[in-house]
């Protein structure tokens, strides 16, 4: 018999974790025994979560509700993706990523280009508060520039990325900060000092390795002769000039304006185009073309042609349908409890304040595995944990933090993730590629088990905070006392 709507009883635990086994056995498979893409391996989890929970009295109705309303919640993401593919197109076309790689290449010095390009994306993110759009603009160019120098790309995509998400932690505009804060009861810049005690030392550590790893490529690799190639090559073949960097410096602007990233991209996208007619000769069929399939580089040097060709509309469809199975996926798994019967035995196992802030992380990292969304994997975590952080007599503030530290850190090295999926389709490098590198993404989550284990950094609840405990207490004991009158 199939459950009624407002009798509904989460699939147990038992179940579930067979789900969750399911997916990474599937994944384990696909990925590294039969080499596919996530898709299929990702799509049958999705078929095989629908009969699990069928099988514990879910209608296909119920389960459709959930993955509608888990994929129309995520669809300003979708548009994110498309609007970015569309801005690398342009942008190259225009002689914007151009002239920054022409430029770029002449102001980095290769031996401080790795810590340079992390503390160019963290200073971007900290006034924009979006390291998606720092990743699809200058991350974007940075990649080009390392590339140019000989870098492993996997090398270059990690140091912007720590850059980025360093940025997108402490930024008051971003939305995974006010996110974590909102969720947590916390307020925005109470939230943002006490992340500074994970934060700081992470970045700081991740610099210091970036230093020395492109210290000794400098000695090794640095051949002035290519670059002085590839310069030469940029300049016969496409307008260079510093106006041609306005498209990017109007990304700052806009975002920091509040203007929406959809429309930030495409007015700057829109912008690029004029460019590209006024500067580079290109007809207006040709700014639709690459925006749509991208721009093809033919100058006959290898290295340019590598560099500046791809983007568009066409060239996101692939991590579009990804990210729309792995919500799928989500939808089914939220919408029958599965993810509260785990998180719910993950709470009872969690002892003293370590066993506390690890659950939370653990909690946070299967979110991000389950569903793939990052929102979810701060917002499910938060409304799990606020209470037994209060009950404990923890401080709010540190259940912000570690959904932030676990969260927003480690939400792109999840390859089927919307992070995930966005940075690798922006910067061209695989999840796999790039993760060993995003020194700062687990450095976070690292430094957050540390302080819970010497109690450094963990603050005890205030009066305040415990006073939200009692009186929720006090609603719901009201509650049921007026429902037993009722009856």
């Known amino acids: 018999m199939s459950i009624k709507s407002n009798e509904r009883v989460p699939v147990p635990f038992s179940a579930s974790i067979i789900v969750v086994i399911f997916i990474a056995v599937s994944l384990y498979i696909g990925l590294f025994i039969l080499k596919v893409e996530a898709h299929i391996p990702l799509f049958i989890s999705v078929l095989f979560a629908a009969i699990i929970a069928m099988l514990n009295g879910y209608k296909w109705k119920d389960l459709e509700e959930g993955i509608n309303k888990t994929v129309s919640t995520s669809a300003a993401s979708l548009f994110i993706l498309l609007a970015v593919g569309v801005v690398v197109g342009v942008w190259t076309l225009a002689g914007v990523v151009p002239s920054f790689i022409y430029y770029g290449l002449q102001i980095v010095s290769p031996q401080l280009f790795l810590p340079s390009a992390a503390i160019i994306t963290a200073i971007t993110t900290l006034l924009t508060g979006s390291s998606w759009s720092t990743a699809g603009t200058i991350g974007l160019a940075l990649m080009a520039i390392g590339n140019s120098l000989g870098f492993n790309p996997g090398l270059s995509a990690g140091a912007i990325i720590s850059g980025a998400y360093f940025g997108d932690k ?26 500074l005690y994970t934060t700081i030392p992470s970045f700081t550590v991740s610099l210091i390795i970036y230093f020395f790893i492109s210290w000794n490529y400098n000695i090794k690799a640095f051949d002035p002769t290519y670059v002085e190639s590839i310069l030469s090559g940029i300049s016969q073949n496409f307008h260079i000039s510093p106006i041609l960097l306005i498209p990017v410096i109007l990304v700052i602007i806009l975002i920091i304006l509040k203007v929406p990233a959809v429309g930030t991209l495409l007015i700057s996208a829109i912008v690029a185009g004029i460019m590209g007619i006024i500067f580079q000769g290109s007809s207006l069929s040709e700014v639709f073309s690459a925006a749509h399939y991208g721009f093809s580089s033919e100058t006959g040097i290898e290295i340019i042609d590598k560099l500046l060709s791809g983007g568009g509309l066409n060239s996101m469809l692939n991590s579009i349908s990804l990210f729309v199975i792995a919500l799928g996926l989500a939808g089914i798994m939220e919408s029958s409890g599965m993810i509260s019967s785990l998180n719910n035995k993950i709470i009872k196992l969690a002892k003293g304040t370590f066993g506390l802030i690890a659950a939370t992380g653990l909690t946070v990292i299967s979110s991000l595995l389950i569903t793939g969304d990052q929102y979810l994997g ?7 944990y606020v209470k037994e952080y209060l009950r404990r007599g923890i401080s ?14 480690m939400s792109s090295l999840i390859p089927w ?3 995930g999926v966005f ?3 922006t910067l061209g490098v695989s999840t796999f590629s790039y993760a060993p590198f995003a020194f700062f993404c687990f450095l976070s989550p690292i430094f957050a088990l540390i302080y819970a284990a010497t109690g450094f950094g963990i603050a005890k609840a205030s009066p305040e905070e415990l006073s939200l405990l009692e009186d929720e207490e006090d609603v719901l004991a009201n509650s049921i006392e007026s429902e037993g009158k009722n009856r």
């Open 170 to 195: 402490l930024s008051p505009i971003s939305d995974t900060t006010t996110l974590a804060s909102g969720i947590s009861n916390v307020n925005l810049f109470d939230h943002i000092k006490h992340m």
């Open 417 to 419: 993730g919307a992070c």
């Open 378 to 384: 701060i917002i499910l975590p938060g409304k799990i």
């Open 396 to 409: 709010l503030k540190n259940l912000s933090r570690t959904l932030e530290d676990f969260g927003t850190a």
């Open 423 to 425: 940075m690798s389709s």
